[in-house]
């Protein structure tokens, strides 16, 4: 079993544990091996961003990311940043996204990898992505079937993501969403329900809002795996694919 480790979080967590190079290199090792035998796996693969942190979201909206807490969070990263930034990117074992996250990466990798892989991270949104996973910041492993990884990515699709900026339908947060989820009887009835508020609120342009939301929120399965509308009805208004 293949742990697949987020290495942005990786990274900040070790970053934030020790404002000494040293002792952040050896807490780096320290996390990796901890990471993957908490996660129950004997080796791992530890996915990264593009090392200049930008990506394809960048271009769709200019505001991703943007909020004051991340922003504050960058420039007030420790001095040897960079330093431990370098040494992680030139292991033997750690992949490079080109022009997508790590999220999308680890999204990339587990589905090469299929059972044999577990998601190493403590980041909510890796939950619209079927297969094991492992938290360690909580210690948690647990299993996210590929319904519950559907649903989740269409409540996200209603309420958005204020941590990254996604707006989401507007006056529907998460309460709406979570109603919406559970009055809904399959994912296909979940999926016209989502398309109908996004109707009811941009009307003829419901199309150019909802896809926006997607292709910030999505994350990639294959290479230059883009959302577009085929996307949305081959996962979610398939009849085969969109039963519980």
Not at 64 to 73: D, I, L, P
Not at 82 to 105: F, G, H, M, P, R
Not at 199 to 218: F, G, H, P, S, T
């Amino acid at each position: 079993m293949i742990a697949v480790i987020d290495g942005d979080v990786l990274l900040h967590a070790t970053l934030w544990e020790t404002t000494n190079y040293e002792k952040a290199i050896s807490k780096l090792h320290y996390n990796i091996d901890d990471y993957t035998s908490g996660a129950f796996c004997n080796h791992c693969i530890i996915a990264v961003g593009p090392y200049d942190g930008k990506n394809y979201r960048d271009d769709l909206y200019p505001e991703y990311k943007q909020t004051t807490m991340r922003v504050k969070g960058r420039d007030e990263r420790p001095e040897h940043f960079q330093k431990v930034k370098n040494y992680l990117y030139s292991l033997e074992n750690v992949v490079v996204a080109d022009n997508i996250e790590a999220d999308d990466l680890l999204g990339v990798l587990s589905a090469q990898l299929g059972d044999n892989c577990v998601i190493v991270t403590v980041d909510k949104d890796m939950d619209q992505l079927a297969g094991r996973h492992f938290n360690p910041r909580r210690e948690t492993y647990y299993i996210v079937k590929e319904p519950e990884a559907n649903r989740f990515f269409l409540e996200q699709l209603v309420k958005g993501d204020p941590m990254d900026k996604i707006p989401g339908l507007p006056k529907h947060g998460p309460v709406a969403a979570k109603v919406m989820n559970q009055k809904s009887e399959t994912i296909k009835d979940f999926a016209e329900a989502v398309i109908e508020a996004y109707k009811k609120v941009y009307k003829e342009d419901w199309q150019n809002y909802l896809l926006a939301n997607a292709k910030l929120l999505y994350l990639q399965r294959k290479d230059y795996d883009w959302f577009t509308m085929k996307t949305f009805n081959d996962r979610f208004m398939n009849e085969g694919t969109a039963r519980v």
